[in-house]
């Protein structure tokens, strides 16, 4: 108590910068704001980059949402040095989405979503070579007809990328395998992708690989499926178009060890039995999600096994799975899977 009477109880400002750095850290986007008015330490501490890497900003163009763009909008363009994430969605003329983007200089994380994205974007996107990630998901192209090329081999430090229909290509699909640090791949709405191609994506991304997202079709057979079994990190795996897959890659799917979401859409040729099997075993019953839309011998059985062996699943899709539509068996599985969303149509 003397001490206190004395006034020696420590003040904020007598801590050390790191210290309040943390503090600093640990508050709302608001009150840091207000921090950088109290004084000019404060000022320079509060916009520590350590403080700023945790926030992301989103301007958009969508009707509703723009109070909340106008006033990012301003925090982008007075801190455009520390905005190191940033996302654009609903924005359709691209000189609108340039003069927001080309202000940060430091961006490691940039998704366009719901935009109209201009062709010279490919010369736009070399002002970040230390990009981590890179989502375009649902935005389109404005030059039609015309192949993009995506310098991904000017960005070395990519962790997830994440394309429309668009930006691969035979031209430059190689370029992403010099993108070491890969290991986040959405490319499901890109069609006619080489088959050699994967093989060599998969190889060379299977010490990293965490997250494929592909569209199939050609572009995958039997051999990707066992090269991906051997992607000792894969956590989620999608293939939309499975035409072209037999059992002999199914059965792969029994090695894969740390799988959490699966998507396997549109096949005639699994049997029953395998799909029994590879849908029974150890390593796929701790899925969290699975869709099995479109597959035609997906059974009352199968499914019987999965309600009563997959305990941590949340998601359940059987889209069209045409021994389920349409029968009584349809009309149970409400009461089988009472904790999950079954999606049925």
């Not at 909008?73 to 924005?91: A, D, G, P, R």
Request: net charge neutral.
């Amino acid at each position: 108590m003397d001490d206190y009477n004395q006034g020696n109880l420590v003040q904020l400002n007598d801590l050390p910068d790191e210290l309040l750095v943390l503090i600093f850290k640990n508050l709302a986007l608001e009150d840091i704001l207000t921090c950088e008015n109290i004084c000019k330490r404060w000022r320079k501490l509060a916009r520590d980059p350590c403080i700023w890497r945790q926030f992301a900003f989103v301007y958009s163009g969508k009707p509703g949402q723009s109070e909340v763009s106008d006033k990012n909008l301003v925090i982008i363009l007075t801190h455009s040095e520390i905005i190191f994430s940033l996302k654009i969605q609903y924005v359709y003329n691209y000189s609108v989405i340039k003069d927001v983007v080309e202000k940060c200089n430091n961006l490691v994380s940039l998704e366009l979503v719901m935009c109209r994205i201009g062709k010279n974007f490919e010369e736009d996107i070399k002002k970040w070579p230390h990009l981590k990630k890179l989502s375009m998901k649902n935005s389109i192209q404005l030059s039609n007809n015309v192949d993009w090329m995506f310098p991904f081999n000017q960005l070395k430090e990519l962790k997830y990328l994440a394309l429309s229909d668009f930006g691969l290509t035979l031209n430059n699909c190689d370029s992403l395998l010099d993108c070491t640090k890969l290991s986040h791949i959405f490319i499901e709405k890109i069609r006619d992708l080489d088959l050699e191609f994967i093989k060599r994506l998969i190889s060379c991304k299977q010490g990293k690989l965490e997250t494929l997202h592909i569209y199939g079709g050609d572009s995958v057979d039997d051999c990707c499926l066992n090269m991906l079994s051997k992607c000792a990190h894969l956590k989620d795996l999608a293939i939309i178009r499975c035409e072209n897959l037999t059992d002999e890659g199914l059965i792969s799917l029994v090695n894969f060890k740390e799988l959490q979401h699966l998507q396997i859409w549109n096949n005639n040729n699994f049997t029953e039995m395998i799909l029994l099997k590879v849908l029974g075993s150890s390593n796929l019953i701790t899925l969290q999600s699975l869709s099995l839309s479109r597959i035609k011998n997906i059974s009352p059985i199968i499914v019987d096994v999965i309600s009563e062996y997959y305990k941590k699943l949340k998601f359940l899709a059987l889209y069209q799975c045409p021994r389920i539509i349409n029968t009584d068996y349809e009309k149970q599985l409400k009461s089988k899977f009472r904790n999950i969303d079954v999606v049925l149509y």
